[in-house]
């Protein structure tokens, strides 16, 4: 029903309510004779048609014009007064009309009879209709100045999280080099297996970085290759409890939220073979519980608060269920709460009306992803590279992390370009006839 045709029935409906109305008032609702009853229903037919249509067509343009928030009053008093001349103004052309053309007096008789009275009924009626009006275009208004401080604040949240998840990437690929160095002038060999082990892990953080929340068993597993990285380094020195299973299969966690509490853990603890880092995972009345034994350093250098602070605050855009952290007797706790369901962020897309502005998004989505994960593999590998060859360029360790990585991005750019998708789309029509040709 277009706009129109849905404004012709409501003041058909309002036509029929003000008949009652008035009929009742004026003669009890008795009518002489059925032509008696149909003209006196089309007399107000036509009087409701021909003022609702007036006073809607002013409201309308009222709506155009710009009104500050400290203005709401002027906007009252405007729409009533103005809909009282309009409303007379009306009336007095039909009943005017209705005199000379239906009555057949003359125009001077006319005024001489007119009374005030003539013109309650329908200023009563009319401004009972304004009011309503009113209200619901104020409540209205106030509904969408809710909707938009809403969107205004999700769009703000969502930034921050997309902000704070970006950290992610930089932040481990920044750390791991750092030990990857440390590790690179105690123990060259074991460098080698920490740069084969650091492109897998480093495609994992690629994969995840775009995830409001992975699964639990996911990021337990991920965790357990990430301190096996640790061990690389400290050996015996630390000493890490993962649950092998999960209670429940469906149980959610920020990604990478263990990695930045067990590289929490490793930046501010000494870690020797006499005084071990300990460090257990498991699950607790609803959350996952990582504890670990202080033994703080003489210094630490300055943090860049991306690991506690990131976690607490990408917990607190996705859920009421804070973070909890405690420290005593020499036992630092973090609990992180498990989620049972995908929470869905609001991002910034409000404007995406249709499923081509949803497609294009992610293809510049994807797009920045690509060409974030070239510039990191333009700058890494180079790294490496002059690491092994500075430290011992008999082994050439440095072709595994590049080819391995370098094979990641190749499916990456084959899946951001679309390369090869041809087939697929085929064969998704061949298996799409066969099931229209079975049935």
Known sequence: MNKLSKEILINFFIGVIVFVIGNAFY???????????????????????????????????LDTLHWADGEKVKRILVGFFGSIVITLADLFVLRLLTAVYYDRVTFKEFIVEESYKNYTFGLWITLTIVTVYHFIYYYNEYQKRKVKDSQKFAKQESAKFESLKN??????????????????GENPQQAEKFT?????????????RDKDLTLLEDELQFA????????????DAVIFTIPE???????????????????????????????????TI???????????????????????????????????????RAVEITDYNKIFKVKLPLLTQ???????????????????????????????????????????IFINYRTYWGFQWFWFPMFGWGLGLVIQAFKTFGYGTDWEDRKIREYMEKDKNRF
Not at 225 to 234: A, T, W
């Open 342 to 384: 995908q929470i869905s962020v609001m991002k910034t897309d409000y404007i995406n009306d249709s499923n081509k502005y949803i497609k294009a998004k992610k293809r510049v989505d994807d797009l920045k992803e690509f060409y974030g994960s070239l510039i990191s593999y333009c700058v890494v590998i180079p790294f490496l």
């Open 167 to 184: 950290q992610l990437d930089p932040h481990f690929l920044f750390n791991s080099l750092n030990v990857l160095t440390s590790l690179i």
């Open 282 to 320: 498991y699950e607790d009345d609803g959350f996952l519980v990582v504890e670990n034994n202080i033994n703080p350093k003489g210094f630490v250098e300055k943090s860049t608060k991306v690991g506690l602070q990131n976690i607490k605050h990408r917990y607190s855009l996705i859920t009421k």
């Open 196 to 208: 084969t082990k650091l492109s897998k892990i480093y495609r994992y953080v690629l994969e995840q």
């Open 245 to 279: 299973t999960v209670s429940n299969p469906e149980l959610k966690i920020l990604p990478l939220s263990l990695q930045l509490l067990l590289e929490n853990a490793v930046k501010h603890n000494v870690i020797t073979s006499q005084n071990p880092l300990i460090i």
């Open 27 to 61: 003669n009890q609702l008795q009518f002489s004779s059925l032509y008696d009853f149909l003209i006196s229903f089309a007399f107000y037919q036509v009087y409701t048609f021909v003022i609702s249509f007036s006073n809607t067509r002013y409201f309308s343009y």
């Open 224 to 235: 357990k290759s990430y301190m096996e990285l640790l061990k690389m380094r400290f050996e």
